[in-house]
């Protein structure tokens, strides 16, 4: 970074110095501009989601059957059809783009978010085996949460841990495609009902999710997204080499453990209520990190990216064929396949080598 | 190894998997997943039994029995071809998405109103040729082309996007849904007979523009430089090997859906049993590729019965410890 030639003396350029109390904060001035543009986005594409569709309403529409006022019918249509699904789209969103940003740090490869090495079809796996193949009282959730966990145990210990590049994500991609030949063994088993039920969760889709799953996922986002910020600072060192970052004074094991922890939180989360929409988790942490000038770890911006991207994504999968409803897993492959071709091909050299 | 113990291997080899071949095709008659004993099926295969037991033996898994033949010739010998040219271990046409691209072709086709065998037969091997000559440019790229871990990744980029379309064209158009679900699964049982007839030439020309080129592979084994030397045109070489995996993946893609992992673990097995050398491990490929297949089906009629699994959820659970095993090999083996 340059050394500012102003002679500030509380603030290095491009950051905000704030003291509250005996503390003394770094704000990146850019990273605020760059969520403030997020986060309104969001917004204009939420209140889009709401009043869009059919029937379509117009903006102070919205904002009355939001109020509860109003016709009845846009009232009760706002109320439970689009608000939650909105609500669940967002925080989904905003679940995996978070988990993809750490995950993708932690290995310090753009291409290790949880849906290429596996841990969406972990979760995926386990959850469509608890409404088919093993009725047990546990919630989907719960269960995607274990799916998560041993999906990521498999794709860490068996490809060394992360720190082998490529090796590692094409161990995860087996891990994955094991999981998906599970997925596909116990929908081939079940009747037509339950495998009919358990569809949602193999394409990713926000139609009609569970209100007790968001529920589930507010809460988890509510715990994680304070220590994934907490977690940054050590992230940011963990962007080096090993020996830097112990020389610096991270536990880098202890470090690597609590953020796969998160990491595998959020997904198993999100999943239980989106499906395996896997190239958020991807696409949104780059979209973060190109905003706010590849500095720092950007947590906060990665989570609305991620928000902006799903409900975007959900926008255009419920308008653009309507009547027909396109699940919003196949519009984030769409965009996000040809994107992760580009990285793949285009640069010679990456991160982590 | 001297070059008598070498062909001594190879023949014990051949015999060994022709055998297992042998068994396994006579297991595939008498298992299933109908409520049929064993016993009643051999009645049935000697010609004597109930007319039922007959036809479940000789009109059902007969011609799948060949089937799975056919289709793991095919893909044994593409995926042995496709690492020797790309000199790649983790090159196989699923993973790279020829299959994907492939099934892709029929299903566009389908879409905009083929519907006879030998038109499907000439999309697939067109769309198999298009993601193969994707792969060769891809190798040929600085940077992405010789790492073979990556490749694998962008094969796997393509296929989603390639499934995304399929989707969408499924829940666009519910007229041909069910036809296109039937192309996007792979799966042995319940394709017309006539397959049959397009698949033979389809294998045979694949093998013969395949078999052309194994010297030359052999030789490009040892270095381009050395094999040019020897008097081989590498370029010529890669281009004629990649078509005749095209032919081969299309043809199998088209008679029996995308099988995901066949060509890597078949591949996998005949190094480990007869070395790398490319002239050795085809022929021993072209036996344990029917064997993989015919296990995978008979495992697939079993496993859920009375139900039927697709089969690439058997090759897939068979092949992802290989797939494994391969890339955690501390060093990639370069072909």
Redesign the interface.
Same mark, same amino acid.
């Given at each position: 970074m340059k050394t500012s030639t102003t002679p500030t003396r509380d603030a290095p350029q491009g950051f905000w110095l704030l003291r509250p109390g005996s503390l003394s904060l770094l704000v990146s001035r850019r990273g605020v501009w760059a969520g403030l543009l997020l986060a309104l986005m969001t917004a204009l594409v939420g209140v889009g989601n709401l009043s869009f569709g059919t029937p379509s309403l117009t903006p102070d529409q919205v904002l009355a059957a939001l109020a509860g006022a109003g016709d009845p019918f846009n009232v009760f249509m706002l109320h439970e059809l689009r608000l939650p699904r909105l609500t669940a789209g967002i925080l989904s969103g905003a679940a995996l783009g978070v988990g993809g940003c750490l995950l993708q740090t932690l290995a310090r490869n753009r291409?290790a978010t949880p849906g290429?090495i596996g841990i969406d079809d972990g979760a995926t796996a386990f959850a469509v085996a608890s409404i088919v193949a093993v009725p047990t009282s546990l919630a989907p959730p719960m269960l995607a949460l274990v799916g998560a966990a041993t999906a990521a145990a498999l794709a860490f210990g068996?490809?060394?841990g992360g720190s082998r590049?490529? !090796?590692f994500?094409?161990?995860g @991609? %087996?891990?994955g495609?094991?999981f998906?030949?599970l997925t596909?063994?116990m929908l %081939?088993?079940t009747d037509i009902d339950s495998a009919n039920l358990a569809y949602p969760w193999t394409?990713g889709s926000l139609n009609a999710r569970a209100p007790s799953t968001v529920v589930v996922l507010a809460a988890c986002l509510v715990i994680c997204l304070p220590i994934a910020k907490a977690l940054g600072r050590q992230l940011q060192l963990l962007r080096f080499s090993d020996a830097v970052a112990i020389g610096l004074g991270t536990h880098v094991r202890h470090t690597r453990l609590a953020i796969l922890v998160v990491t595998v939180f959020l997904t198993a989360t999100a999943v239980a209520v989106a499906g395996p929409v896997g190239l958020v988790s991807l696409v949104a942490p780059e979209v973060a990190r190109h905003l706010t000038g590849h500095r720092g770890v950007p947590i906060i911006n990665s989570a609305l990216a991620g928000a902006l991207l799903m409900t975007a994504a959900d926008w255009v999968g419920r308008t653009a064929?309507a009547p027909?409803? @396109?699940?919003v897993?196949?519009i984030t492959?769409?965009v996000g396949?040809?994107y992760?071709?580009w990285i793949?091909?285009r640069?010679? !050299?990456m991160t982590g080598r | 190894m001297s070059k008598r113990r070498g062909r001594q291997l190879l023949h014990r080899t051949a015999i060994a998997g022709a055998g297992l071949a042998g068994v396994l095709m006579f297991a595939s008659m008498l298992l299933g997943a109908g409520n049929l004993t064993p016993l009643e099926s051999l009645h049935a295969l000697l010609g004597q039994g109930s007319e039922d037991h007959r036809f479940i033996v000789f009109e059902l898994r007969w011609p799948r029995t060949i089937l799975a033949i056919l289709v793991g010739v095919a893909l044994g010998a593409a995926g042995t071809i496709m690492q020797a040219a790309t000199r790649n271990p983790l090159a196989e046409p699923g993973l790279l998405g020829v299959s994907a691209g492939a099934s892709f072709a029929v299903v566009l086709a389908i879409y905009y109103g083929a519907d006879t065998a030998g038109v499907h037969f000439g999309i697939a091997i067109l769309g198999a040729l298009v993601g193969c000559f994707l792969v060769l440019l891809t190798t040929q790229m600085r940077g992405a082309g010789n790492d073979p871990v990556r490749l694998v990744l962008a094969g796997a980029a393509f296929s989603s996007i390639l499934m995304s379309i399929t989707t969408l064209i499924l829940l666009h158009d519910q007229r041909t849904a069910d036809e296109i679900r039937f192309w996007v699964i792979g799966a042995l049982g319940g394709r017309p007979v006539s397959n049959l007839q397009w698949a033979v030439p389809g294998l045979l020309a694949g093998l013969a523009m395949v078999g052309a080129t194994v010297a030359a592979l052999a030789a490009m084994s040892l270095g381009e430089k050395v094999a040019m030397g020897l008097g081989h045109k590498p370029v010529f070489t890669r281009i004629l090997a990649m078509t005749g995996v095209a032919v081969l993946v299309g043809t199998a893609t088209a008679a029996a859906g995308p099988i995901a992992f066949a060509g890597l673990i078949v591949p996998y097995f005949a190094r480990r049993l007869v070395g790398p050398d490319v002239r050795r491990a085809l022929p021993i490929a072209m036996l344990i590729g029917p064997c993989v297949l015919l296990l995978a089906d008979i495992l697939s009629r079993l496993a859920v019965r009375p139900y039927e699994l697709p089969i690439g959820i058997v090759t897939a659970c068979i092949g992802a410890p290989v797939l494994i095993a391969v890339v955690r090999s501390h060093r990639l083996p370069r072909l």
């Open positions: 291409l290429i068996l490809g060394g590049g490529y !090796r994500i094409v161990v @991609i %087996a891990v495609a094991l998906g030949a596909n063994f %081939a088993r394409v064929f027909v409803e @396109i699940p897993g196949v492959a769409i396949g040809p992760l071709l793949l091909l640069e010679p !050299r | -």
